[in-house]
């Protein structure tokens, strides 16, 4: 048995946190993939607000969930707004009682998706101190970063150091990484505490 991906791992430390009920946030919902997980996660009494600031992303996630029997997962608010907007468009009955917030940074993979059009670091850093406060007490955030493709080297350059640079009284931080392979994909989670 291997390592797990990134994704895989970032989905196993949320699991590990959210209890039925909850509430979470897919920061970039992308095509679904971490919104879907979510709301299964959090179950048919939790509560999941994805952000995404393209359209087709939204469609694809809303498509994503659609297959699923509605029953069986958390109810899901769609917005269409950048991360960075997060404190202010989410309700204040889940500030500070989030269990998890995840972020999958880079572009849209989807066929007609601009890769031009890429998460940046003006706006994923306040979105990164937003989430911390939002969560609750071992909640965790979790962001997968691409240093692959152009640009990505910066941002995930600029969340590593926001997360090395945690006071501890704020949360522990980690690194999931392959060695030697310095554009692959790779998870940075922080505990808040």
């Known amino acids: 048995m291997g390592f797990l991906s990134v994704l895989s791992y970032a989905h196993r430390l949320a699991a ?13 919902a992308g095509t679904g993939a971490d919104t879907l997980f979510l709301a299964k996660a959090c179950g048919p009494r939790g509560r999941v607000f994805a952000f995404d600031i393209q359209p087709q992303a939204l469609a694809l996630t809303r498509a994503r969930l659609d297959k699923e029997e509605p029953a069986a997962i ?5 917005l269409q707004s950048s991360h960075a907007d997060m404190a202010a468009a989410l309700p204040a009955d889940v500030h500070g009682r989030l269990a998890a917030v995840m972020f999958n940074l880079g572009y849209l993979p989807a066929e007609g998706a601009d890769p031009a059009l890429i998460t940046m670091p003006d706006s994923t850093l306040p979105a990164l101190e937003a989430s911390l406060n939002l969560l609750r007490p071992r909640g ?22 926001w997360a090395a640079g945690l006071p501890s009284p704020a949360g522990q931080a980690v690194i999931y990484r392959q060695l030697g392979k310095p554009t692959a994909p790779y998870l940075i989670a922080v505990e808040k505490k």
Do not use: F, S
């Not at 590990?16 to 970039?28: K, L, M, Q, S, W």
């Not at 958390?74 to 769609?78: K, N, P, Y």
């Open 140 to 161: 965790i955030l979790t962001a997968v970063l691409y240093p692959g493709h152009p640009g990505g080297e910066v941002e995930a350059a600029a969340v590593e150091a």
């Open 74 to 78: 958390a109810g899901v608010t769609l």
């Open 16 to 28: 590990e946190r959210i209890r039925p009920g909850e509430a979470a946030v897919d920061a970039t």
